[in-house]
């Protein structure tokens, strides 16, 4: 019997097997040879690697069902991560950023100019991106980062300083507060004509990459945290219904933003600029980002969406 000939005889076992559910005992008799011969046959088959068995385990039916319904309802590729066993949010969260790195590497390619909203669940993804240089990158930040101590901008500039690294990128800071104290002083800088050229290479962004801030996340948000808000202004946002951010421009439940005040003291990208990024990865972990997480979705900021389960199960819950 030659080589090929013989994985004709394993193909035939195995498809009446595999692919025709007959029993050892029939195939036997059909092939006019022993129930342990056809035992062998299909073990050699598996080793040829004429079958391929897949085990998906119940967990996987349910998570593509949570992405097929969210993908329905907002438009959005949608990628769920399974929960880990057993797991806390802070492993959801590093399985999630793990996921979104993948997809983000897959994303960027030679010239792509890179957007990035920095916070907590960003600084995270850009520590799990693979290293590889990416010919004529560039990194803008979208939103500025200083507050009223300063240290703002010492952690961006290290989360974007670790992102050029990455990639071999050049990189755009955005030296400018998060929120400035007066509308009038924004209008004011936006003239400038250093401020002119970051806020036209962020028009440039190819791809952008941001999460949503809640304001009582189970990993809390950067800007809820360190000093970027007064209880002034927390009472202002609530008063506007905001419910969370993205890039630091405040949303409602609804998705709108242009009247809430705070807004117009911010520095961030706002949703309709956003929009116009080619692909824009919206990554979130925690059940408590759902209700600004399904603003952000309303507002039309995102392509492409990785979030948990758990979370993936919250934002459906909403009514």
């Known amino acids: 019997m030659t080589p090929a000939s013989r994985l004709e005889d394993l193909f035939t076992a195995a498809r009446m097997y595999y692919g025709q559910s007959q029993t050892m005992e029939a195939i036997a008799g059909e092939l006019g040879v022993s129930r342990s011969t056809v035992s062998r046959m299909l073990r050699d088959a598996r080793e040829a690697g004429l079958v391929q068995i897949t085990l998906r385990p119940p967990e996987a039916h349910r998570v593509e069902d949570l992405g097929r319904r969210i993908a329905r309802q907002y438009g959005v590729k949608v990628h769920v991560v399974p929960d880990p066993p057993e797991g806390d949010q802070r492993d959801r969260l590093a399985a999630v950023v793990e996921e979104a790195a993948e997809l983000l590497d897959q994303m960027l390619e030679p010239g792509s100019t890179l957007g990035i909203a920095w916070g907590t669940t960003v600084a995270a993804l850009l520590g799990a991106v693979r290293p590889r240089p990416v010919p004529g990158m560039r990194i803008v930040q979208l939103n500025g980062a200083i507050n009223v101590e ?39 800088m936006w003239h400038e004509r250093s401020v002119q050229r970051v806020l036209e290479t962020q028009t440039q962004a190819t791809v952008a990459v941001f999460s949503v801030g809640a304001f009582d996340a189970e990993v809390p948000s950067h800007v809820y945290t360190h000093n970027y808000l007064t209880a002034a202004d927390l009472r202002s946002l609530r008063a506007d219904g905001a419910v969370g951010d993205v890039c630091t421009v405040f949303l409602r439940a609804d998705g709108t933003f242009r009247d809430i005040a705070m807004n117009a003291r911010g520095s961030g990208t706002a949703p309709d600029r956003l929009a116009r990024i080619p692909r824009r990865l919206l990554v979130a972990s925690g059940s408590r980002k759902a209700l600004p997480l399904r603003a952000a979705l309303r507002a039309g900021v995102a392509t492409d969406l990785v979030i948990d389960a758990v979370t993936a199960t919250a934002l459906l819950a909403l009514r």
């Open 150 to 188: 300063g240290s703002g901008l010492t952690y961006i500039a290290t989360v974007l300083a670790r992102a050029a690294e990455r990639w071999d990128a050049t990189v755009h800071q955005f030296p400018v507060p998060a929120f400035f104290d007066y509308a009038a002083t924004r209008e004011a």
